[in-house]
């Protein structure tokens, strides 16, 4: 089994719609982050979280917030999705030590 | 304003050759240089990493040399086998990654063989 699973691994939608990626880890890592991956752009921070009580802004948190359900669980929401939201989406987890390990990724097209 | 510059964005290399891919930074405050190797279909994963401290670390047929002067740093891959034909990415972080990494747009490397 993946040490970092996200789910769904696709999702097509509308514009509009309100989005939620999960992404759960067996790692045991306090730490968790978003990335969004663009062709050409690389990754770009979106949000990342220390513990529960924990939630920071990355470099592009507009349009999206976060929740942290608990030490293993990290969701990603998308309020009012826009097609410029069309990405690969991806979670990560450290303990601070080690580096970050990224989950498989969430392709989203928003139409 | 992009903080890690990677070049090039794509290389081609023949089988058994050398290739090489740079990137460099702005922020001084950056302690932390990982690259991230990306399959199709698959996460980053990390291939290896540097702090400032020191001016190169290998790993098997990975190099990473690092010039702080010129706030420089590059991936060398030895004896390049068509099983690395990949996505990579440079990333760097003024915390060793704690607050996140930022990343360089990605070199698609494909080896011929």
């Known amino acids: 089994d993946a040490d970092v699973t996200q789910t769904p691994r696709n999702r097509i939608t509308k514009t509009g719609k309100r989005i939620m990626l999960e992404c759960s880890q067996t790692k045991g890592h306090d730490r968790m982050y978003w990335y969004r991956q663009d062709p050409g752009l690389g990754l770009r921070l979106i949000y990342y979280s220390f513990d529960v009580k924990d939630i920071n802004k990355g470099e592009i948190s507009d349009g999206y917030s976060v929740s942290r359900q608990a030490q293993a669980k990290f969701s990603l929401s998308l309020e009012s999705a826009i097609p410029n939201q069309t990405a690969l989406y991806f979670c990560?987890?450290?303990?601070?030590?080690?580096?970050?390990?990224f989950g498989d990724g969430t392709r989203l097209s928003i139409l | 304003q992009q903080q890690v510059k990677q070049s090039p964005q794509s290389l081609i290399v023949q089988k058994g050759g050398i290739s090489i891919i740079n990137c460099a930074y702005e922020n001084t405050a950056f302690d932390y240089f990982p690259w991230y190797q990306q399959f199709p279909g698959k996460g980053p994963a990390l291939l290896i990493a540097i702090r400032p401290d020191v001016s190169e670390k290998k790993e098997g047929r990975f190099t990473i040399s690092f010039n702080k002067s010129a706030k420089q740093f590059s991936l060398h891959i030895m004896d390049s086998q068509p099983g690395d034909s990949a996505t990579y990415f440079c990333a760097a972080s003024p915390t060793g990654g704690a607050d996140g990494l930022t990343f360089g747009k990605g070199t698609h490397l494909i080896i011929q063989p």
């Open positions: 990560a987890t450290s303990d601070g030590h080690q580096p970050q390990h």
